[in-house]
């Protein structure tokens, strides 16, 4: 017994020894997919992750690139459809041969994506905050979990803005079920949930919703309409007098700011790990190499940054397992972590997730979109917890299962 439990471990350590090999041998360059939207509802805020994956992967291959092969950037536009996020992703897999693949913005996306991964034993980076209530083995989470951004933004909001809630959202999975979280909290706080309205993605008839809002005065609302859909929902409360109101935003970055800045919407905040404001050398360099590259000053946001962490740490679990193959990268990447602009990002590898703070930003109000005075610092890196602890992961399976069954993905 003992001479077979030997030679097995010989044979997987030479196994081991034979692709490290191979990978020092091969020049072939590696591939990287991308899949974001490029046209529709959602291409304002996923047309800038595009350029963050091709700024880290030039980064790469400056400095010799991954293994010593230069790395290429392949991408496809998801049209803000998801099930053309699908079809594209699983045609970068079997037919371009990609290496990894980083993709989506919205959950619909993700989900649709996330059984063509799976089922190709593929590595995929998703790189935006969401609602939680997933794990893959094949999907690595730079963004934020709901103990990363929702929980505490609701609690900051209710201490700082007002206990009368209403909820503003676009009519998909992430919405409704960070919606119920919310509810949660609201709960706990003894606060209210005054009312609670949706629209489709990429809607522009918000009549309705504003009049809910219009009749039940809440003391704020806690907005996670998504994509160009948001430009229409503040015009809205602007044309109805309700631009007073405070707003803390969950999907509304940095790169939607311009497109808001008429409404003047005088309390306006919103809730991420990273903004472009954040102090320090590390912060102000990819700023200012993003800005360098780009030849116009976009600013950076919470999931350019993470998209850009997403392939520095891909390639960095590349180079710890010494080869490629997606078996092997795929366990290394779960006990990486990098210096980020935004801190230490480690991936919790229980979750798959990564540990990350959050922060309140308040938008700065100028006639072209001036970034965000940062307000507060929750001053700690939290672990990811994608099914938050206050229930069983039995019981936010069937809360998950539940809304998207009574939600069917509506498309723009």
Known sequence: MNRFRWLHGFAALFFMLLLTACARQDSTPLRVGVVHALTGTMATNEAPLVEAVRMAVDELNASGGVLGRKVQVVVADSASIPLQAAKEADRLIK??????????????????????VESSHHLMFYPVQYEGLEQSPNIIYTGATANQQIIPGTHWALKNLGKRVFLAGSDYVFPRIANRIIRDVVLVENG?????????????????????????????????????????????????GLNHLPVLSFSVDANNLPALAGFRHDRHYTAWGYFQEL????????????????????????????TYNGVKLWAQAVNAAGNANLDVVNLSVASQSIAAPSGVMAVDARTRHVWKTVRIGKVAQDEVG???????????????????????REAWDVIAQTEEIRQPEVLP
């Open 192 to 240: 209210e949930v005054v009312g609670e309205a949706y629209r489709p993605l990429g809607n522009t008839d918000f009549s309705a919703l504003i009049e809910s809002i219009r009749v039940t005065r809440p003391d704020v609302i806690l907005n996670t309409v998504n994509g160009d859909s948001n430009v229409a929902f503040f015009r809205a409360l602007q044309q109805a």
């Open 370 to 392: 001036g970034g965000f005075e940062l307000i507060f610092d929750f001053g700690q890196t939290m672990r990811p917890e994608p099914f938050p602890l206050y229930r069983t």
């Open 95 to 116: 037919q371009e041969k990609i290496d990894v693949l980083f993709a989506c913005w919205t959950s619909s996306c993700r989900k649709a994506v996330k059984p063509v």
């Open 279 to 306: 102090p320090g050398e590390a912060n102000q360099r990819f700023v200012r190499d993003w800005r360098r590259r780009l030849k116009t000053p976009m600013p950076t946001s919470d999931a350019i940054e993470a």
